[in-house]
């Protein structure tokens, strides 16, 4: 449907990583809530983004295909779900630019961004520790795992030049500074720091003209993070994450600590300048909500395992939520359940939600008979909504065993990391928004 012949009710969701896994089932689920619990006088436009022309077919396709297939929908389908795709990928700072051009010259506004697509690199598995603990600790073991590293140093395509870079298909021994070596050096970029956090940050300045367009709420920016983001997988001297066994923690730990801190009075003057469009002198006011969301413990392909392993890691998930943990969705569909939600739900719900308990991290939860909920999730240094007191609301059920509850001292402390964390992804925005050109 042209841009000038889209219904003036309409809401438009963009979706990275659309394709697969967690991203393919929220982009189902959305539409499927949306016919179910919006009048029919509403519209909504699902811009989906893939790696590759035939990926982004083939899921518009799929796409379309689930909607025409649930019998409530089928008489209310008709044009209130269309769909555009782009193609994306976020480890080249080009693409971003260029997927962002193409939605500036093609949609009228963006009520809301998810930002879901990310890697986590070659992982290593300790087996006979992993096997260890699913017998002796098997709930805390499937949930915060203790037995997998990343690789060390893995950085994406040159982005401008041809000087060399370590990927995850090349020799784990190659130096992070081969990147440098040239004459005129372009600073290394992690590739799941990329992948993850940069490209989705990138890309969302980029946006800002767009975000500035809704009409009825802020815009919203959704972050799909993880449940497993401890305080010491991340580090500011180490902001993608490029010296830690942990990039892919790292980077889903700095995705908490930006999204929890983007409306602080602390980090204002970073935010104010992120969200001021690249043509324009004035942040966006309002600012453009943050959120941050994760999908509990699914059965995704993001750590491919082979055929047999997958099946015996799905029972031992299913094991885990029969013995009372409330974080094994499992199914990327109950996974999507926060996500969704987060970008459905009527804005005074979630002012009312953080007025009474603060911003916080919303995870998909289930029961042990697999109904789904959205419940908040602690996170190390902000406790569960940035408040003191709330530890005993929530009791220990799924918490991590070395959470305590949150001082003043520890929240204090989170702000500075958030602080000092947009401060530099603001200056490394600029630096690779000047190189760029």
């Given at each position: 449907?042209?841009?000038?012949?889209?219904?003036?009710?309409?809401?438009?969701?963009?979706?990275t990583?659309?394709?697969?896994?967690?991203?393919?089932?929220?982009?189902?689920?959305?539409?499927?809530?949306?016919?179910?619990?919006?009048?029919?006088?509403q519209?909504?436009?699902?811009?989906?983004?893939?790696?590759?022309?035939?990926?982004s077919?083939?899921?518009v396709?799929?796409?379309?295909?689930?909607?025409k297939s649930?019998?409530?929908?089928?008489?209310?389908?008709?044009p209130r779900i269309?769909?555009?795709?782009?193609?994306?990928?976020?480890?080249?700072?080009?693409?971003?630019?260029a997927?962002?051009?193409e939605?500036?010259?093609?949609?009228?506004k963006?009520?809301?961004?998810i930002?879901n697509?990310?890697?986590?690199?070659?992982?290593?598995?300790?087996w006979?520790?992993a096997?260890?603990?699913?017998?002796?600790?098997?709930?805390?073991?499937v949930?915060?795992?203790?037995?997998?590293?990343g690789?060390?140093?893995?950085?994406?395509?040159?982005?401008?030049?041809?000087?060399?870079?370590?990927?995850?298909?090349?020799?784990?021994?190659?130096s992070i500074?081969?990147?440098?070596?040239?004459?005129?050096?372009?600073?290394?970029l992690?590739?799941?720091?990329?992948?993850?956090?940069f490209?989705?940050y990138?890309?969302?300045?980029?946006?800002?003209p767009?975000?500035?367009?809704?009409?009825h709420?802020?815009?919203?920016?959704?972050?799909?993070?993880?449940i497993?983001?401890?305080?010491?997988?991340?580090?500011?001297?180490?902001?993608?994450?490029l010296t830690?066994?942990?990039?892919y923690?790292?980077?889903?730990?700095?995705t908490?600590?930006?999204a929890?801190?983007?409306?602080?009075p602390t980090?204002?003057?970073?935010t104010?300048?992120?969200f001021t469009?690249p043509?324009?002198s004035?942040?966006?006011?309002?600012?453009?909500r943050f959120y941050?969301?994760h999908?509990?413990?699914?059965?995704?392909?993001?750590?491919?395992?082979?055929?047999?392993?997958?099946?015996i890691?799905?029972?031992?998930?299913?094991?885990?939520?029969?013995?009372?943990?409330?974080?094994?969705?499992?199914s990327?569909?109950?996974?999507?359940?926060?996500?969704?939600?987060?970008?459905?739900?009527?804005?005074?719900?979630?002012d009312?939600?953080?007025?009474?308990?603060?911003?916080g991290?919303?995870?998909s939860?289930?029961?042990?008979?697999?109904?789904?909920?959205?419940?908040?999730?602690?996170v190390?240094?902000?406790?569960y909504?940035?408040?003191?007191g709330?530890?005993?609301?929530?009791?220990?059920?799924?918490?991590?065993?070395?959470?305590k509850?949150?001082?003043?001292?520890?929240?204090?402390a989170?702000?500075?990391?958030?602080?000092?964390?947009?401060?530099?992804?603001?200056?490394?925005?600029e630096?690779?928004?000047?190189?760029l050109g």
């Amino acid at each position: 449907m042209p841009q000038s012949e889209e219904p003036s009710d309409c809401t438009y969701v963009l979706i990275t990583g659309a394709n697969t896994g967690l991203g393919f089932a929220t982009c189902c689920r959305l539409a499927d809530e949306f016919l179910t619990s919006r009048p029919i006088s509403q519209f909504l436009k699902l811009i989906i983004s893939t790696r590759s022309a035939k990926k982004s077919k083939d899921t518009v396709a799929r796409l379309q295909q689930h909607v025409k297939s649930k019998p409530r929908a089928r008489a209310v389908y008709g044009p209130r779900i269309s769909f555009h795709a782009i193609q994306l990928d976020l480890t080249s700072l080009r693409s971003v630019r260029a997927a962002a051009q193409e939605l500036l010259s093609s949609v009228p506004k963006i009520d809301t961004i998810i930002c879901n697509a990310g890697i986590a690199g070659p992982v290593t598995i300790d087996w006979l520790q992993a096997i260890w603990a699913a017998i002796v600790d098997p709930i805390y073991s499937v949930t915060y795992p203790y037995f997998a590293r990343g690789s060390l140093g893995l950085l994406t395509k040159p982005q401008l030049s041809t000087s060399p870079g370590k990927h995850a298909d090349q020799s784990s021994d190659a130096s992070i500074s081969s990147s440098t070596s040239q004459a005129t050096p372009e600073p290394p970029l992690g590739e799941i720091f990329s992948a993850n956090i940069f490209g989705h940050y990138l890309l969302a300045h980029a946006l800002t003209p767009l975000l500035a367009h809704t009409s009825h709420a802020p815009a919203r920016i959704i972050c799909v993070s993880s449940i497993e983001t401890p305080q010491h997988a991340f580090s500011l001297t180490d902001l993608q994450g490029l010296t830690t066994t942990q990039p892919y923690h790292s980077s889903k730990r700095l995705t908490d600590i930006l999204a929890l801190t983007a409306s602080l009075p602390t980090s204002k003057p970073y935010t104010d300048n992120f969200f001021t469009p690249p043509d324009s002198s004035r942040p966006l006011a309002p600012h453009p909500r943050f959120y941050v969301c994760h999908p509990g413990v699914c059965a995704t392909e993001i750590f491919p395992l082979i055929f047999l392993l997958r099946w015996i890691k799905i029972l031992t998930f299913y094991i885990a939520r029969w013995l009372g943990s409330p974080w094994h969705t499992i199914s990327t569909r109950k996974g999507a359940c926060a996500p969704v939600w987060l970008a459905l739900a009527a804005q005074e719900t979630l002012d009312g939600l953080e007025e009474q308990g603060g911003l916080g991290k919303w995870g998909s939860a289930t029961d042990a008979g697999g109904s789904e909920r959205v419940r908040r999730t602690e996170v190390d240094g902000w406790g569960y909504g940035g408040k003191m007191g709330q530890g005993a609301d929530f009791g220990n059920r799924g918490r991590r065993r070395d959470a305590k509850n949150l001082t003043v001292e520890d929240r204090e402390a989170f702000e500075d990391v958030g602080r000092e964390a947009w401060r530099e992804m603001e200056a490394l925005r600029e630096e690779w928004e000047e190189r760029l050109g």
